[in-house]
């Protein structure tokens, strides 16, 4: 019953900015956890972003990327600036219902998106 939904995917080149959505359905929106993931080809899936009890962010992201919530619209966002060619990946919504702890390890959650393609030209 719930979904998820990514958009706002695309092609940019070093240094643009690109803003993505996670539109979400089936859930009680403001009392979960909200995070990105993203995996490049012939690489794993880990943790960019996370809503919930705090912000968090990866060091390799933090200062250039802002993850927040609209829980009016069911929708979370991620704004993308200075975006650099190793940000290229297939960027995942997901859910988690322990809002109070930061899980960095895809497991934690219940539910996800499709993926949304981000490719940084140099």
């Known amino acids: 019953q719930v979904q998820l939904v990514e958009s706002g995917g695309g092609l940019v080149h070093t240094g643009g900015s690109l803003r993505l959505s996670c539109a979400a359905s089936?859930?009680?929106?403001?009392?979960?956890?909200m995070a990105w993931f993203r995996q490049a080809p012939g690489k794993g899936r880990f943790l960019v972003a996370w809503?919930?009890?705090?912000?968090y962010y990866a060091d390799s992201v933090r200062g250039r990327f802002t993850v927040s919530r609209d829980n009016a619209k069911d929708t979370l966002y991620l704004q993308m600036n200075n975006l650099k060619p190793e940000d290229t990946a297939v960027y995942y919504c997901?859910?988690?219902?322990?809002?109070?702890?930061?899980?960095?390890?895809?497991?934690?959650?219940?539910?996800w998106g499709h993926g949304t393609q981000v490719t940084v030209s140099s």
């Open positions: 997901a859910t988690s219902p322990i809002r109070g702890t930061v899980f960095t390890s895809p497991e934690h959650y219940d539910y």
């Open positions: 089936g859930r009680s929106f403001d009392t979960y956890a």
């Open positions: 809503s919930g009890s705090i912000n």
